[in-house]
């Protein structure tokens, strides 16, 4: 037996359990698991707005661990299985595959103190970083990076709205570039702003204040419609707005003059294993360092009630 988080439904906490360790099947992974982060995904879970269709479920889909009987350090992202042979899978866009299972939603993931794994889906992870610090990068670093691919070339000036876990890993990466970042926060979270001037970015203020300078691109980290239209009216024409979250709240109607001048907005769907390849590649050579704050198994609602009110900065991990 293990001890896992069980998730039973919409609105309901988290319940601790003692469950059956699971057993791979073949192609599959026995991960023991040394960290796991939670990101705004799981709030959307509990919430309803992102549909879990079969409960009980452990969530959980930033997980570092190692292997059973080998020891090999191994990360497990969000794309847990994909099925190959869609035209999206066929073209390179697994993240849109219409049947892909998803680890903490589909499939069990990572609040608990063993997971099964697809090991196609599963990462090597970094050295040089704690099963607790390379755990964000599974999600908050693969998606941030992923939206700053989608902004296109020529970005010098990016502004961030919402600075959580993703985006305390991007402006790094932004900044290994040569990227200037400009960073919106809710209206009065100095701690935020300090907190992204602290990791290099070239200014952070209030998201109801226009960008001191015009951007090129922007992504929006925020689960807040809006401030689509507010981002559109910062970036430069041909500039682009990236939404970068699996949720968002409904899009206010916006003047066509806030789109015009050959704009785009688009959002960020999920990740393909080349993307996991890639940053994490990149990570040790920016280097990435992550900001956490750790919590027991047993505390995850604790974690998520701290992430949902913005009482931490960086990202939440959790440690059976």
Excluded at 15 to 26: H, K, L
Excluded at 234 to 254: E, L, N, W
Excluded at 276 to 288: C, N
């Amino acid at each position: 037996m293990m001890r896992a988080m069980l998730f039973d439904g919409v609105g309901r906490a988290l319940r601790p359990a003692n469950v059956a360790v699971p057993r791979p099947g073949p192609g599959e992974l026995l991960i023991e698991v040394g960290a796991c982060g939670l990101c705004r995904t799981d709030l959307h879970l509990l919430d309803g707005e992102v549909e879990v269709a079969h409960t009980p479920r452990i969530l959980g889909h930033q997980i570092v661990g190692a292997v059973h009987g080998t020891g090999r350090r191994v990360g497990v992202p969000w794309l847990g299985w994909t099925c190959g042979e869609c035209p999206a899978c066929r073209s390179g866009r697994e993240n849109l595959c219409p049947r892909a299972r998803f680890t903490g939603c589909d499939i069990e993931g990572g609040l608990a103190e063993h997971v099964v794994a697809d090991e196609r889906f599963c990462f090597p992870v970094p050295d040089g970083l704690s099963d607790v610090e390379a755990a964000p990068l599974l999600c908050a670093g693969l998606i941030g990076c992923r939206s700053l691919r989608l902004c296109g070339e020529g970005v010098q000036r990016l502004g961030i709205y919402g600075f959580g876990a993703a985006a305390h890993i991007l402006v790094q990466v932004a900044r290994h570039l040569g990227r200037e970042v400009y960073a919106f926060t809710r209206p009065g979270d100095d701690t935020a702003q300090a907190f992204a001037l602290g990791l290099g970015a070239t200014w952070a203020g209030p998201s109801d204040v226009e960008a001191p300078e015009p951007l090129d691109a922007a992504i929006i980290f925020a689960p807040a419609g809006e401030l689509v239209p507010v981002a559109l009216r910062a970036v430069v024409p041909g500039g682009t707005v990236v939404c970068g979250g699996i949720h968002m709240s409904d899009i206010p109607a916006f003047p066509y003059r806030d789109l015009w001048g050959e704009r785009t907005l688009r959002s960020v769907a999920n990740l393909t294993r080349a993307d996991g390849e890639e940053f994490l590649a990149l990570a040790p050579r920016v280097p990435v360092r992550t900001s956490v704050t750790e919590y027991a198994l047993e505390d995850a609602n604790v974690a998520l009630d701290d992430l949902r009110h913005g009482r931490l900065s960086g990202a939440a991990v959790v440690v059976p």
